[in-house]
């Protein structure tokens, strides 16, 4: 897998051999930054961004967001051997100065108290999760976004959730077998 633009453009990350991880590929990854970029419904700043990257895998997301200018990139993945991957990948592209990293549940990382405020959330549960509406709830609570907000959130294209009265969807694409929901809260 490798980083399609920005100054970490080429670089390649490893992956999990596991099939419950499951990172957008590069048509995905190029189709959300496109719409974060160039979409007037979302009228998104990605530079200095702080980006919150829940159910992060290897990181591939919030390794293009940094590649693209974002500031700083939070990640949260439970999975140990996915953790170590993506600790690899952190060190291979020398970019731990502007990451924190948590190996926990979402749920879990949800209750602590951080000191960041969140300007684009990634969202890449396993397909068959379906508390999104929990998610997106306790982010709301736990007051970790910033008032001008984004979310990304990645699920198959045959899914569907309900949402927080909060959450106001600002765009749908598909891409293959993938939905990506554009919204804020």
Known sequence: MRIIAGNLKGQTISNTPDKETRPPKDIVR?????????????NFNLKDSNILDLYSGTGSFGFEGLSRGAKKVVFVEKNSNTQKILLNNINKLDVASQIENYALTVEKFLKKKINIKFDLIFCDPPFKD???ELVIEMLNKGLFINKKNVFVIHRHKKNTEKYPLSFKILDQKNYGNSKIIFGTC
Do not use: A, R, W
């Open 30 to 42: 190029q189709g959300i930054f496109n719409v974060l970029e160039h979409s007037k419904k979302l």
């Open 130 to 132: 379906q508390n999104i």
